[in-house]
């Protein structure tokens, strides 16, 4: 039998539902916010991660999915190396979903100079080539929003409350939210302090695991959040990123708190935050939900340098991505069902002389919005009522000799069992209103 690969999920049932549920809560809460939808190709050029994301992370060096064509493939093989391919040949699956968007607002120069900001949200699937673990997948499924063109740190401020926001309308428990903020500091302080953490790992080598010491050299910063509870340990004494902040980011720092005091959303600072995406720059941010044991549910930041980065004009820039995986684990561990009740539907049963009868009303009632099923087995009149039973229809409507000779429907309703003849030409707009009540 063929099966999946490790570490992928099929949506469906509830699962698929579930999933439509917090792409349609994002698109109204987003939209209330002035954001616009975009969708970006899941195949992006290796550069755009590489230019975007850094080099020097584990998600560009060792959890890329890269994909080469077939007809490129065998040669890849033979020669034992990807040194001979053009940039546009080499690919990869986007692991994430802020450097595609980015550069898709310089590619089509979404931002024009002295021109408003450009605000985007995306859903789709992101990949990232990790060792499969619960609430860990190689494909998973993400919603996220770009804010680029905005300095101001009122923006900081509103991408926090539009997540939190979000949150709450899918059903969390804010008070088991755990936001946490930081400033990364940018390119004025964020070098020398890079350089001390560097500095103090090589200090600290011999109580390091050898992935922190490597990290020394390419991402110190990176060994605040080391798998190794010891490494963790001796970085509790590292130069902290609050001491290294310049003026000016100490001030958009600041200002980001006093905007989240003013609208009530509680927060931990926590200088270690770091998240492992080069690009960020000043505030960074993620959320966790408290004893749920999945992680961070979502998490996002400012990224001042990244337009740049992906070979467009100085813009700044902040956003942030939710984990729909992760959330749904969560939410179902705070007892929440986030598919809500299915529509259930309408069932047409008949008669076999009557089912010419039953074709158009199923029709008239799609044709009026209204979800409708019908036999389409030759079963029995008792066997359908079980059917629309099982299907958790809300009414059925009987076709049998003497309705269809009356021209008229038996419509029932299958939880109060009170029956009604209605005219065939006013059923729809009947059952609608039925429905409506
Ligand atoms: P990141 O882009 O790493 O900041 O991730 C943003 C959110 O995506 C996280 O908070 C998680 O909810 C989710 N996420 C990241 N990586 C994975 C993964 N491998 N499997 C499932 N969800 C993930």
């Not at 999945?294 to 942030?320: H, Q, S, W």
């Not at 299915?342 to 199923?362: E, I, K, L």
Request: include cysteine; charge should be negative.
């Amino acid at each position: 039998m063929a099966q999946r690969v490790q570490g992928t999920e099929d949506l469906y049932g509830d699962y698929m539902r579930a999933w439509q549920r917090m792409t349609d809560v994002a698109r109204e809460l987003f939209d209330a916010y002035g954001f616009d939808a975009i969708e970006t190709p899941t195949l992006e050029q290796v550069d755009t991660f590489v230019h975007g994301i850094g080099e020097s992370t584990d998600v560009v060096r060792k959890e890329m999915f890269r994909v080469v064509s077939g007809a490129l493939f065998d040669d890849l093989l033979a020669r034992g190396s990807e040194a001979h391919l053009k940039p546009r040949q080499r690919m990869a699956m986007r692991p994430e979903g802020t450097a595609g968007v980015v550069r898709a607002a310089v590619e089509h120069n979404l931002v024009p100079q002295g021109g408003a900001p450009a605000k985007l949200w995306y859903a789709g699937a992101m990949f990232r080539g990790e060792r499969p673990q619960r609430g860990r997948l190689r494909q998973f499924h993400q919603v996220g929003v770009e804010w680029i063109g905005a300095s101001d740190p009122a923006a900081d401020a509103e991408c926090v409350i539009v997540l939190m926001e979000y949150f709450r309308r899918l059903g969390f428990d804010s008070s088991t939210l755990r936001l946490t903020i930081n400033s990364m500091g940018d390119g004025t302080c964020r070098p020398a302090y890079r350089e001390a953490v560097r500095r103090f790992i090589l200090d600290h080598a011999d109580e390091m695991c050898e992935d922190c010491i490597e990290r020394a050299a390419l991402n110190p910063l990176r060994a605040f959040d080391c798998k190794n509870a010891r490494c963790r340990e001796v970085m509790e004494a590292a130069p902290k990123v609050d001491q290294a902040l310049c003026d000016d980011c100490r001030l958009h720092y600041g200002q980001v708190k006093r905007y989240l005091d003013e609208a009530g959303i509680p927060y931990v600072e926590d200088p270690r935050l770091v998240r492992g995406l080069d690009y960020y720059t000043r505030t960074v941010f993620e959320v966790e939900v408290e004893g749920s044991g999945v992680g961070a549910i979502g998490g996002g930041g400012r990224y001042d340098g990244l337009m740049e980065l992906e070979g467009g004009r100085p813009t700044p820039g902040i956003g942030f991505a939710v984990g729909f995986e992760r959330i749904y684990l969560a939410l179902q561990a705070q007892g929440v069902a986030m598919a809500g009740e299915g529509s259930g539907c309408v069932y047409v049963a008949s008669m076999p002389d009557q089912r010419a009868a039953a074709f158009s009303a199923t029709l008239a009632l799609r044709n009026a919005g209204i979800r409708t099923e019908a036999d389409y087995q030759g079963r029995s009149l008792k066997a359908q009522f079980k059917q629309a039973n099982r299907l958790g229809a809300r009414i059925c409507v009987v076709l049998g000799p003497d309705e269809v000779a009356a021209g008229v429907a038996t419509v029932r309703d299958m939880t109060s069992h009170e029956q009604v003849q209605v005219p065939l030409a006013e059923l729809a707009s009947h059952v609608a209103e039925r429905l409506g009540a």
